[in-house]
């Protein structure tokens, strides 16, 4: 069809004109109306009543041309002005200054802005909750690296000790398999110093049920602890020594788990900050005692501080000789994770000769196991087991000790019908003579 208005052939199915814009169903030509008609009734001839002024019904009737009413301006009648839409060019109402947008389009945008808006709310929301939980996981791992100290894992950060191969290897090499003698002249003047150092993991836990299935330990801490030790001689006796022994015993550091709090709170090592001074009796054999009052090995004086502590049968040692003892070593663990001194059956093994710190030393070799358990202090965990493994090395001309390396690994248990508790201690006990 043409357009009413400026004539242009316009689209097929279009209601806008292309050319100038103008509907394709209005016509902007004047359209000539009848002129109005009074009304007022007038009075005929023949007596009919006919409206308004001029020629008569009858005549009107007779020449075809009847009587209109008065109609109301088109204008008032007209739709808006209406333009193409920017963006599908569908005809739509003009909204004062504002690009022409049909309702299918706006309604188009307000959905997309509205699906945007969704998009980002839910994404703020994701945003919000990742961030919540990384906060949480966060807090968490500082939670448990508090507990668990540089660690990895919550209450069970703490990795147990790696103790190696073979405990004391570096103390054997270049060790020469020949004979030796062991003298006991204990240096008659000067101070001989020691330095006993702890480094040990302690672990409580407790299972129950067929399975065995584990709870949350009680303690789990890893600690580090120094004694350091000056001995003289006082006394020399025809079958003793006297000794004078001063100590003094430092916790380093402590981390882990104490009844699900920070084990840097609570201190388990049980002599921290001990100072002590005693007269020691050393005999020949066995472990040297104390003159007054009672001697703690590993505290007052370093575990298999002279080569009579071994109960090596004679002081000539040859070539792959073995013996057996039993030594007080402080390598067992209480009911509390205190480290407690102990009775070990120990077997004894001659490794050879080599020089080390400046003395001519003997080599041996140490095995030992736990045997029963006695004192308060382990209440009802009356099952030792683990073992202890070691290398000591010897002056050949005083029998002191120079240096010693021991592998822990024991434990204590406690059984009951249901339920067993255990105590377990893993690490290195040292010992330096300087």
């Known amino acids: 069809m043409d357009c009413p208005t ?14 100038c814009g103008g509907s394709l169903y209005r016509s902007t030509r004047t359209q000539t109306l009848p002129p109005p008609v009074d009304a007022q009734p007038q009075a005929t001839s023949d007596g009919d009543a006919v409206a308004g002024d001029g020629p008569s019904a ?24 209406r333009s193409l839409c920017s963006l599908c060019l569908t005809p739509c109402d003009v909204v004062a200054g504002a690009k022409p947008i049909c309702p299918g389009c706006r309604n ?14 839910v994404k703020r929301r994701t945003t919000r ?36 191969g073979d405990a004391g290897a570096e103390l054997v090499a270049g060790a020469r398999a020949t004979s030796a003698v062991v003298n006991a002249e204990f240096p008659a003047d000067g101070i001989t110093q020691f330095r006993t150092t702890y480094d040990l993991r302690i672990l409580r836990e407790r299972s129950s049920g067929a399975i065995r299935l584990k709870s949350p330990p009680v303690f789990d801490v ?30 380093e550091s402590e981390r882990g788990v104490v009844d699900l709090r920070d084990g840097q709170k609570r ?29 703690v090995v590993g505290r007052d004086v370093p575990p298999l501080l002279t080569f009579g502590t071994t109960w090596a049968p004679k002081p000539e040692l040859a070539a792959g000789a073995e013996w057996e003892g039993d030594v007080t ?50 209440a009802s965990f009356t099952q030792p087991g683990g073992s202890v493994r070691g290398t000591l090395l010897y002056d050949t001309r005083s029998g002191l000790l120079v240096q010693a390396e021991l592998a822990v690994d024991t434990t204590v248990r406690d059984e009951e019908q249901h339920a067993t508790e255990t105590v377990h201690m893993t690490g290195r006990v040292t010992i330096d003579r300087k």
């Open 267 to 295: 201190t388990v090592f049980p002599w921290d900050r001990h100072i002590g001074v005693m007269r020691v009796v050393s005999r020949p054999k066995g472990t040297p005692e104390a003159a007054e009052g009672q001697l």
């Open 222 to 251: 890893r600690q580090v602890a120094t004694v350091a030790s000056e001995i003289a001689l006082v006394e020399r006796g025809e079958l003793a020594l006297g000794l004078d022994v001063r100590a003094a015993c430092t916790l």
């Open 329 to 378: 070593l402080p390598c067992l663990p209480t009911a509390d994770g205190a480290v407690a001194p102990s009775g070990f059956r120990c077997t004894f093994s001659y490794a050879g000769r080599k020089i080390a710190r400046g003395a001519d030393c003997v080599v041996v070799r140490v095995v030992g196991e736990p045997g029963p358990v006695q004192g308060a202090e382990f």
């Open 6 to 19: 400026c004539g242009s052939e316009a689209l097929i199915g279009a209601t806008r004109c292309t050319g």
């Open 58 to 81: 009858k005549a009107k009737i007779e020449s075809g041309v009847h009587a209109l009413p008065a109609a109301p301006a088109l204008a008032a009648h007209e739709p808006e002005a």
């Open 108 to 121: 188009a945008a307000e959905a997309a802005q509205h699906a945007g808006a969704s998009a980002q709310t």
């Open 129 to 164: 909750a990742t961030t919540r939980r990384r906060g949480s996981l966060a807090r968490t791992l500082s939670w448990l690296l508090v507990l668990g100290g540089a660690g990895a894992g919550a209450v069970f950060l703490l990795p147990r000790l790696q103790l190696g």
